[in-house]
């Protein structure tokens, strides 16, 4: 690859468009997407919006794709994740109704930046793009190409979170808004709310600015479950020939689900955001600035489950027996319908609690000299994260049991047991574990960029970046099955019974039944001690957790060109990213004679990283685009985790892989782009990215002390691929006679092929989370004082797990899934905005399956959620 890039452009000479780099922060004229010397677009509404995101995408010196603000406090969307799934071939995860992390042309590894430095949540490599309230938020970057100049790490792209500065207003500025949410499920309402102050003044020793921001909201969400564990091949209950033969008869054999269950979980979700900054300029050449930005993630999860066990291992053994009749699937072995006698019945409840820490601040500043330009940051950031989890339930063992799977959501009946009741129950187990994990980072970079001419090597840009991250981890836990014979009633002022609302409309027998209280399961010690055990929090395993640190030191050259062949311009970049990585984690692994020791483990290496990015002005408005770059992303902690545990009776073992290399990939891309007047677009791109080293967990012997032990940990496996193209268009129709003219629209669609290691060695699956076709279509109509917007985003099933287990290991599919949400603003005055959003508009189901659509797993469905407020400008 490297000598594919140089040896491409070895006579060319070297610029690139003055537009925002993924390093170069937040300007006033990078947020507004416009490059020097353009004439200003004031962000005012979704119109401007659009031009500007178009704006930063024709001036772009890489393949990159933007959201602009339309107002302060006002992104597209209520979330960050919600929005930027509107970009081609970006794709999201949900996680409690809401958009959290993303994945770019179907890699999740995405580098996450905050004004242009490196960021994380606690001891994870990025930070989830959710985390920060979308109110604060002016702009975002997607960056689909590598540049030298740009911080490593994201094999997917880039995502660079663009936050306001002072400088980015005239003067005095102030402006907030305010919403209350209402959610169809848990029907409460809840607050948005977010306000803006920034000001800026002369003074004798220059201009200075100050701009202070903060952002709540509170998400109360629910999500309904209805859910089948793994399918099981079973030759052991049901004489399905009639032949009075059970064990080994090939006649017998059936395809049966360990456990079939409904739960539903609720809780709120609460985020804060602070930002601040300064700005001086002591002369018309020197720029200093301060930035600062606190955020807490608080997420309270209660879980109430109940399920029916007919396993015959582990937690789901149950003495349940099959007696049909069945009826079976299209295979001619899953099971349909069918009923078993004397089945185990559990029912309880969960709370796992997450509360999230973060704040950095930063100190840099721009020096002009001639055509010569220094810019420097100095950044210390900290993330703190804690999870929760407890658990309490109950079991029972009913009559009889009656399953049917036909119409994919389970339907079950029982007999001779009262889910509601429970001196038909006695206690079951309980499970605790209280997670940390932290991480803090050191960084300091600074860059030179000298202007040259206006032909041939325009520029040249070079600089160096270090980092010191650290990051630990610790967990500590305990589980308890409780014997046969402890009545519920005993203990029967720590559950209550759960609201009888569950999948209403689906016809289901059993809508209610008994759990462990919230209150009870967030104190864990006095749980513990109304249970009759020790109320002492379990001592930590010294194997559960891990320290790490990590030293980076990277410097780059790159050279920006402009030059023209047979009258065609041409212009773009060439660079060398060079980084070592060393890195140094340390554990426990447990001794033949007891205890643990201390283990620690180092790795080191080298990359480089070579980047090329072309630009071809076919006309003043159409633009052909050519790129070639490599790109790495680091292995996550938890999978460097150095401890190694060991089992000395079976000689096996399990542990992490300090030794693992990054993912590094070599990626193509090509796009051309026609920029139409009024800041519409059609664009068409392709990429290709080869993969190297993708992690699997893998068991292999280890000689360890003199003795030979089979351990499973992670290592770098086979290479994968993915290929694709994106289609995008934009525009509003001028053209069409009042009150039409108003109309716009947004439309792109995404298809991306991929493959990559199974679980299953020799096999090759789509890549997780990843599907091959997804689509998105706004309409859009701004007119006087309105401004309507009806967003549809849908996408096609995607492998959710290549690690489903089960009868045949069949990998777990999520179905196709579609999303509308509406916007709605109403302009008062030039100064204050009523606006109406709905999410999810549509309620629509989220269905899991094993390999095949008659193996359900899980049918999903969550709020839809209505927010009404005003947004003001003063």
């Known amino acids: 690859m490297k000598g594919l890039l140089m040896g491409s452009v070895a006579a060319m000479a070297l610029t690139v468009p003055n537009v925002a780099s993924a390093q170069s922060g937040s300007d006033s004229q990078a947020e507004a997407g416009l490059a020097s010397g353009s004439d200003e677009i004031v962000v005012t509404g979704v119109r401007a919006s659009l031009q500007s995101a178009a704006a930063v995408k024709r001036n772009a010196s890489a393949i990159v794709d933007s959201i602009v603000a339309e107002d302060i406090g006002k992104l597209p969307d209520s979330n960050v994740a919600e929005s930027l799934q509107r970009i081609t071939g970006v794709q999201i995860q949900r996680s409690q109704g809401q958009g959290r992390s993303i994945a770019i042309r179907g890699l999740s590894q995405v580098a996450t930046l905050l004004n242009g430095r490196d960021t994380f949540t606690s001891s994870g490599r990025s930070m989830s793009v959710s985390d920060i309230p979308a109110q604060l938020v002016a702009g975002i970057d997607v960056y689909k190409t590598g540049q030298a100049d740009q911080i490593e790490g994201g094999l997917g792209g880039t995502v660079d979170i663009r936050l306001r500065r002072p400088f980015d207003f005239p003067g005095f500025e102030l402006a907030g808004s305010a919403k209350a949410e209402y959610g169809d499920k848990r029907k409460n309402v809840n607050p948005y709310l977010s306000l803006l102050a920034s000001h800026r003044w002369e003074t004798g020793i220059g201009d200075m600015g100050l ?65 601040g900054s300064f700005q001086w300029a002591p002369a018309d050449n020197l720029e200093l600035h301060v930035d600062g930005l606190y955020t807490r993630f608080d997420s309270h999860q209660y879980n109430q489950l109940f399920y029916v066990n007919t396993g015959n291992s582990g937690i789901r053994q149950s003495p349940a027996q099959a007696v049909g009749p069945f009826e079976f699937a299209e295979d001619d072995l899953t099971v349909s319908r069918g009923m078993w006698t004397n089945p185990k019945q559990t029912e309880g409840a969960l709370v796992s609690d997450d509360l999230t820490d973060t704040y950095q601040v930063s100190f840099g500043g721009k020096y002009n000299l001639d055509r010569l330009e220094l810019t420097g940051d100095v950044s210390y950031t900290n993330s703190k994260s804690r999870n929760y989890y407890n658990e309490l339930g109950l079991r029972g063992f009913a009559s009889t049991y009656n399953v049917d799977l036909s119409d994919f959501i389970p339907r079950i009946s029982l007999t001779g047991i009262d889910p509601t009741d429970i001196s038909d129950y006695e206690l079951d187990r309980t499970s605790f574990a209280l997670g940390k994990s932290a991480g803090s980072q050191t960084a300091a970079k600074l860059d030179a960029r000298f202007d040259i001419g ?155 990283l070579p980047s090329l990015n072309i630009r071809a002005k076919l006309t003043d408005d159409i633009f052909l685009r050519f790129a070639a770059s490599k790109s790495l992303t680091r292995p996550t902690f938890s999978s460097m985790n150095p401890s190694l545990r060991l089992d000395y009776l079976f000689l096996t073992g399990s542990a992490g892989n300090p030794s693992l290399e990054p993912l590094r990939a070599d990626q193509l891309d090509a796009s051309l782009e026609w920029y139409m007047p009024g800041g519409g677009m059609l664009y068409g791109a392709a990429f290709y990215k080869k993969v190297d080293g993708f992690i699997q967990n893998i068991v292999a012997p280890e000689v360890i002390d003199g003795q030979t032990f089979l351990v499973s940990r992670p290592r770098n496996g086979r290479n994968g691929t993915i290929k694709g193209v994106e289609l995008g268009y934009q525009q509003f129709f001028d053209f069409l006679p009042a009150p039409f003219d108003g109309l716009g629209l947004q439309a792109n669609f995404t298809y991306v092929d991929s493959a990559a290691p199974s679980a299953i060695v020799g096999q090759s699956v789509p890549l997780e989370k990843l599907s091959k076709y997804s689509y998105n279509l706004v309409g859009i109509y701004e007119k006087g004082p309105i401004s309507l917007r009806v967003a549809y985003n849908w996408r096609s099933k995607y492998v959710d797990s290549t690690g489903g287990g089960g009868a045949g290991g069949l990998p777990i599919y999520s179905s196709a899934y579609p999303q509308l949400d509406l916007s709605l603003n109403y302009d008062v005055t030039d100064r204050i905005t009523l606006t109406l959003d709905g999410q999810d508009l549509t309620g629509s189901e989220r269905r899991q399956y094993y390999g095949y659509t008659y193996r359900p797993k899980a049918t999903l469905v969550g709020d839809r959620r209505v927010q009404f407020g005003v947004r003001f400008r003063l």
């Not at 998400?219 to 089948?228: E, L, P, W």
Request: hydrophobic residues 35%.
């Open 211 to 275: 701009l202070l921001s903060a952002a709540y909201q509170k998400y109360d969400y629910r999500i309904d479950r209805n859910a089948t564990g793994t399918f099981s091949e079973r030759r052991d209950l049901y004489d399905r020939d009639g032949d009075g033969i059970f064990p080994g008869d090939d006649g017998d054999l059936i395809v049966s689900p360990t456990d079939v269950g409904q739960n539903y979980q609720y809780g709120p979700r609460k985020q804060l955001g602070l930002n």
């Open 454 to 608: 206006e032909t041939g090597l325009t520029a040249l840009k070079f600089g160096i970046r270090y980092a010191d991250r650290s990051a630990s981890s610790s967990r500590i836990s305990n589980d308890f099955t409780w014997p046969s014979g402890v009545a519920g009633t005993d203990y029967s002022d720590l559950f209550q019974l759960t609201d009888n609302d569950v999948w209403p409309g689906k016809g289901l027998a059993i809508r209610q039944w008994l759990v462990a209280r919230p209150d009870v399961l967030r104190d864990y010690s006095g749980m513990r001690e109304a249970l009759g055990l020790s109320g002492d929090l379990p001592a930590l395993v010294p194997s559960n957790a891990f320290d790490f640190s990590e030293k980076t030191i990277a410097g780059y050259v790159k050279g920006d060109f402009a030059f023209e062949i047979f009258s065609l311009p041409i212009d773009g970049n060439l660079g060398m990213r060079v980084v070592q990585t060393k890195v140094r984690g340390a554990s426990a692994v447990n001794s033949p004679g007891g205890g643990y020791e201390p283990f620690v483990q180092t790795n080191s290496y080298v990359d480089a």
